[in-house]
C-alpha cells in the first residue's frame, strides 16, 4: 500500500513492501525551521527478525534515517517558518529557476 499526505509545509508518503513482509519506508519532503530549504528525508522500518526462532519478534522495529536538502534560497527571500511548499516554489521559481516540481507523478508546482 502506498500513501501520500500533503501538508501545507511537507508531503510525507508511506509504502509497504510487496514482498508480505513487514516492513515500511516513510518519505518526507519539507521545509526547513527557517523556511529557506526543502529537505528530503527517509526512514525504514523492519520488524525484528529472530534467526534462531525464524519468526518475527515483538521488538520495536529497527529505524534508519537519511536527510538531505535538495533545494535551497538565500535566508533573505526564505519563506519563514509559517511558510507553505508552494509559496517556496514560487520563490524557487522567482530566485532559481524552478519551472516544474512533480512528486510521484503529481504535478505541484506550477499548480
Do not use: C, H
Amino acid at each position: 500500500m502506498n500513501v501520500t499526505i500533503t501538508f501545507k509545509n511537507r508531503v510525507e508518503s508511506y509504502y509497504t513492501r510487496a514482498d508480505g513482509s513487514a516492513a515500511l519506508s516513510k518519505d518526507v519532503l519539507e521545509l526547513n525551521a527557517d523556511g529557506s530549504a526543502v529537505v528530503l528525508w527517509s526512514r525504514l522500518e523492519d520488524d525484528v527478525y529472530d534467526e534462531e526462532t525464524k519468526r518475527v519478534t515483538n521488538e520495536p522495529r529497527k529505524e534508519v534515517g537519511y536527510k538531505r536538502e535538495v533545494l535551497s534560497l538565500p535566508a533573505a527571500v526564505a519563506v519563514g517558518p509559517d511558510g507553505s511548499l508552494d509559496d517556496f516554489w514560487a520563490r524557487a521559481n522567482q530566485y532559481r529557476g524552478v519551472v516544474e516540481v512533480e512528486i510521484d507523478g503529481k504535478l505541484v508546482y506550477p499548480i
